[in-house]
């Protein structure tokens, strides 16, 4: 009897512990559900906020308006670069005239 005793306690032990995965799992499927609500309601309000500021919530069309939008800042930023050496070069031509003018002056 001592066996069936020691057989009942294992198959016991064995349900225990699938009762203790089950609750394990259920309660990972809650926090996992929990998770994808956050995420789905993030992504709504991301879409609702690509809309009201790009015009649209498609990823290709998105993707479209990053590149054109880098581009243009590209572009924006070597006309900035050009303006500051061409101000550079004019205030250096504008120092040498100086320069050359405050020795003239000097000779006479």
């Given at each position: 009897?001592?066996?069936?005793?020691?057989?009942k306690?294992?198959?016991?032990?064995?349900?225990?512990q699938?009762?203790?995965?089950?609750?394990?799992?259920s309660h990972?499927?809650?926090?996992?559900g929990?998770?994808?609500?956050?995420?789905?309601?993030?992504?709504?309000?991301?879409?609702?906020?690509?809309?009201?500021?790009?015009?649209?919530?498609?990823?290709a069309?998105?993707?479209?308006?990053?590149?054109?939008?880098?581009l243009?800042?590209?572009?924006?930023r070597?006309?900035?670069?050009?303006?500051l050496?061409?101000?550079e070069?004019?205030?250096?031509?504008?120092?040498?005239?100086?320069?050359a003018?405050?020795?003239?002056?000097?000779?006479?």
């Amino acid at each position: 009897m001592n066996r069936s005793h020691s057989k009942k306690t294992n198959e016991q032990q064995a349900i225990e512990q699938l009762q203790s995965r089950f609750d394990d799992l259920s309660h990972q499927r809650t926090r996992i559900g929990t998770q994808r609500e956050v995420a789905q309601k993030n992504l709504q309000e991301l879409q609702a906020r690509a809309i009201k500021e790009f015009g649209t919530d498609d990823l290709a069309e998105l993707e479209k308006k990053l590149h054109a939008m880098k581009l243009d800042n590209e572009k924006k930023r070597a006309e900035y670069q050009a303006c500051l050496e061409k101000i550079e070069h004019d205030l250096n031509e504008v120092e040498a005239k100086y320069a050359a003018g405050d020795a003239s002056v000097g000779e006479g």
